[in-house]
Structures are given as C-alpha cells and as structure tokens.
C-alpha cells in the first residue's frame, strides 16, 4: 500500500499513532501553519495539536503520483475550527493543495505543502488587513 495513502487514511481517523508511523524516525514536516516539525515526539506533538484545534477533518488525496524516492499528491482539506482557536471556533475552511513526500524505505523522511494560505486565513475570519501582514512576513 503506499505511504501517502496509509498517511490519509491515520489523519482522517485522526491516529497519532498512525501519523507518526508513516514518517521516518527523524522524518520532518513543514506545515504552513505550524511550522517545521521534526522526529517523532515533535511531529506527535504537531498532530495532536491539529486535532485539538480542528475537527471534522477531511483530507482527500485527490491525485497521487508515486515512486519509491518521491511522491506528490493534489489533494483537497477541510475541516472546522474548535473552541481551541476562539477567533475561529466554528468556522469551516476548505481549501485545495498540493505535497510533496521524500520517500526512504517505504517512510516518509520530508514533507512538505503548497497551498493558498490567504484561502485558508479569510476563511478562518482573519481580516484582509491583518492577512496582508501575515502574508507580507512569507515573501522572500
């Protein structure tokens, strides 16, 4: 079975424990919200977090592309925002992206997202001016 697959299937049951195991020992994650993770503990952490903030998750890799060093993978998320996130809490945010997963004996070893951060955030009730200065800190 393919790693990606297995890895949507443990975030949409919500499995930490799922998660973790499709990564590499000091497999890393860069989240566009969250930052980079790294190693087990960190990236447990990093997930348990998520499922606190948001439920009703649905991530559905929409296409996949796979070989044994590299996949990617389109893919539409949505969720709702919990009481954990009170300028949010309730609001339901759906929007579509896309992976990049290194691959190192059937683990993961990196991830990485690309997605319309600016999407996401004005759903989540941000206002376009507080947007622009959050966006403005990404540019390079």
Request: net charge negative.
């Amino acid at each position: 079975m393919s790693v990606v697959r297995e890895f949507e299937r443990a975030f949409n049951r919500q499995d930490v424990d799922g998660l973790v195991d499709c990564f590499a020992e000091h497999g890393r994650y860069r989240d566009t919200f969250f930052g980079e993770h790294v190693g087990g503990s960190a990236l447990r952490a990093m997930f348990e977090r998520m499922f606190r903030e948001g439920r009703d998750y649905a991530w559905t890799m929409d296409a996949v592309v796979e070989s044994p060093a590299m996949a990617a993978a389109e893919w539409t998320f949505s969720y709702v925002a919990t009481e954990a996130v009170p300028r949010s809490a309730g609001r339901k945010v759906r929007f579509h992206g896309m992976s990049l997963f290194e691959l190192q004996g059937g683990k993961i070893s990196a991830y990485r997202e690309h997605f319309d951060e600016g999407v996401a955030l004005l759903q989540l009730g941000f206002k376009p001016e507080s947007l622009a200065k959050i966006l403005a800190r990404r540019i390079d």
